[in-house]
């Protein structure tokens, strides 16, 4: 059964709405709620940002939308008007800490299945705009195996799957990882291990999950590094202020920046990064980032 992925692919094969692709897309997942989706993106995206990789961090977990409450951010406007014609994306991307952009997400908004054309048009054409605009396009995903959840990790390309070392978070992980290898066209996939007690506990539980996947899936899992369990993180988010940012030494800090380092995102320059520093020091334009027609 052609199922509503293949058709979004069709629509940006078939050039209904102009992606001319320049970002990379990642969206961040996992299997059981609550084991650190959230807190992983909005770190992700400050350390991207912090090495100068434009960086839009996209809410879209569609059930239970929180990044905002996470950054204290207060929007006026969220991707519900956006896709209801209510809003522009201008108006509703936020400037937030640690010079990411976010797009704050709606709650309530489950079944992105039911959207009619016109707003799965809007939708669309929106993420075409964030993805030639931007460097990275962080997506924060729901949690679980929900056909909105699959087709925007299928859409992005590249999949961050969340885990913590609980068994339940684990099985929960794999089924994720298992599904993902029955598309048709299946994302590249990272797995990062959340809330560890030590490093050692970590490279147990990611190298025990990418020989499953390998084994009983044929399926590439890359991992692509742990984030210990950390006092500090539960104390930012009752601060309403990321850890990164509130303790930007603290353990979890020091992970996520190693996770985006893995991934290509931190710590050395990903090609725009490059670009873009090579034109300020060729060109000398250190004054002003590129204009954004957005
Ligand atoms: N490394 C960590 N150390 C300690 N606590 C953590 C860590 N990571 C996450 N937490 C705690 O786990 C809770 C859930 O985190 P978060 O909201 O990021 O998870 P989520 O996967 O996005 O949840 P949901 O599935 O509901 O979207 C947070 O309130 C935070 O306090
Ligand atoms: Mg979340």
Redesign the pocket.
Known sequence: MRDQAWRLRKMVEEKVFPVRGRARVLAVT?G??????????VGLAIAAAASGIRTVLLDG?LG?A?IDV?LDLHPRKHLGHLIDGEASLEEVLIDSPGGIQVLPGASGLTRVADLGNVQKQRLLEAVARLVEEFDLVLI?T??GISRAVLDLCICAGEVLV?TTPEPTAIVDAYAMLKVFSTEASAPKKWLVV??VLSRGEAQQVSSRMIGLAQQFLGSEVNGCGS????????AS?RRRQHFSLAYPSCP?AK?VKEVAHNLGLAGRAGSHGFLNRLKEIWIGDRSRPRERSI
């Open positions: 996992s059981k709620g609550g084991v650190g989706k959230t807190n992983i993106s977990d239970l929180n996470l924060d729901g949690a969340v959340n809330q984030v210990l369990l950390d006092p500090r993180v539960r988010v979890a992970g």
